[in-house]
């Protein structure tokens, strides 16, 4: 009967097929077999070998032999760790390979053993990932952000938001399209109606000046002089800072005067290219960004006298929730009944408000208020136009 090797835990254990056999029988005593002529064994044989964590024993079964058996191979002397173990028996004998798998050494001690195995390393933690770049030879040209966003369009594969609108508001003195650069020309400022003005274009003319709230000074002045200026850098009109050096007649725009590498001050002068000093002066600016509040000194009440005088308006002239369409007139002889101690009502007057509804009380609507002629005496008109309702007409011979 042939030999068979069991391996648990670096315990090794020689079994015969005999044994099974006994432990299948009803565990019956079997007869003592005759000896092999080779020489007797003690029933029992210990053969030990040492490793790198501990000291094993291999214990040896006894072997139960049939009446007919070849004779017992001799013990099986196995290798020392770490290496294949090779038994090479007689020809008429089994032949055993084993193989064991290397560990790792430990170091026992009295922490480490309270503290569960740990888990096998079973491979690599981490892999590198190489890439290669080819470049084709030749003159490679890189598609530009149009040629980028056509691309993009034509997959549908990202969502765009609504441009914004264009800025057409245009600066009065450098004819420039919208806010301009918070280090340059900055953000514009309302001068009139549908008239703005760059804050730097206007701070660096040279009759304008800026008082202690802010306001800016002279810039109506300033703009009437550059209408007639032509600037030095680009030939357009509208020039208005000029060179602060005696008899200097160069006068530029505030966005040509930096692309001509003009010399600003903190003294709020400039000097042009032929008479501005060499190399660097300590009074020199080089920042010309704004966040203080800076507003257009101008008169407002003409200016709304000039908004309201105009026949044909193409804006709106709105005062809170006050909306004026027609001013109206007065003439020689309706000066006498058509206004009081503290108010005129020129006739064709038409404003309308956004005010609470008459039958709501969660609701506003819409007020058209107009002033007519009736009898030569004025007729105050009051149309409440509500959605879903006719409209309601009021009127009478006083405001009241």
């Known amino acids: 009967m042939k030999d068979i090797v069991f391996c648990s835990n670096n315990c090794f254990v020689l079994y015969s097929a005999a044994v099974q056999a006994k432990n299948s029988e009803n565990k019956e005593s079997v007869p003592t077999l005759p000896q092999s002529p080779m020489k007797e064994r003690p029933p029992k044989a210990f053969h030990q070998y040492s490793n790198n964590i501990s000291t094993l024993d291999v214990h040896c079964l006894p072997q139960l032999q049939e009446k007919v058996s070849p004779p017992s191979s001799p013990p099986i002397m196995f290798p020392p760790a770490f290496e294949a173990a090779k038994v090479e028996a007689k020809p008429d004998e089994l032949k055993v390979t084993v193989k064991l798998k290397p560990r790792l050494k430990a170091i026992h001690s009295s922490l480490e053993d309270c503290r569960p195995p740990s888990k096998k390393w079973k491979g690599m933690k981490w892999k590198k990932w190489s890439i290669q770049i080819v470049i084709p030879k030749g003159s490679f040209k890189p598609p530009c952000e149009e040629e980028i966003d056509e691309f993009l369009k034509k997959l549908g594969t990202t969502l765009k938001p609504d441009p914004v609108p264009k800025d057409y508001r245009k600066c009065c003195f450098c004819h420039e399209e919208g806010d301009g650069l918070t280090d340059g020309p900055a953000r514009l400022l309302n001068l009139d109606l549908d ?171 819409r007020y058209l208020c107009s002033i007519e002629e009736k009898d030569g005496l004025p007729l105050f008109v009051i149309k409440v136009v509500e959605q879903g309702h006719e409209d309601l007409v009021l009127t009478d011979t006083t405001p009241k």
């Open 195 to 365: 008239l703005w003005v760059h804050l730097n274009c206007a701070l660096w003319s040279t009759e304008v000046y800026e008082t202690q709230a802010g306001a800016l000074i002279n810039v109506e002045l300033a703009l009437r002089r550059g209408l007639q200026m032509k600037c030095v850098f680009c030939h357009k009109m509208g020039a208005t800072s000029g060179c602060h050096r005696l008899r200097c007649t160069n006068i530029y725009h505030f966005t040509c005067a930096i692309k001509a590498q003009c010399m600003f001050f903190k003294d709020k002068t400039m000097l042009c290219p032929m008479h501005k000093p060499k190399g660097t002066h300590e009074q020199e600016l080089s920042y010309f960004a704004v966040f203080r509040r800076v507003y257009v000194q101008r008169d407002e009440v003409r200016q709304i006298a000039s908004i309201v005088q105009r026949g044909e308006r193409d804006h709106t002239f709105r005062v809170g929730s006050l909306i004026f369409h027609a001013v109206g007139q007065l003439l020689p002889q309706q000066m006498q009944a058509f206004h009081s101690s503290k108010a005129l009502f020129p006739v064709g007057y038409e404003a309308s408000r956004l005010y609470w509804s008459m039958r709501y009380a969660n609701r506003r609507c």
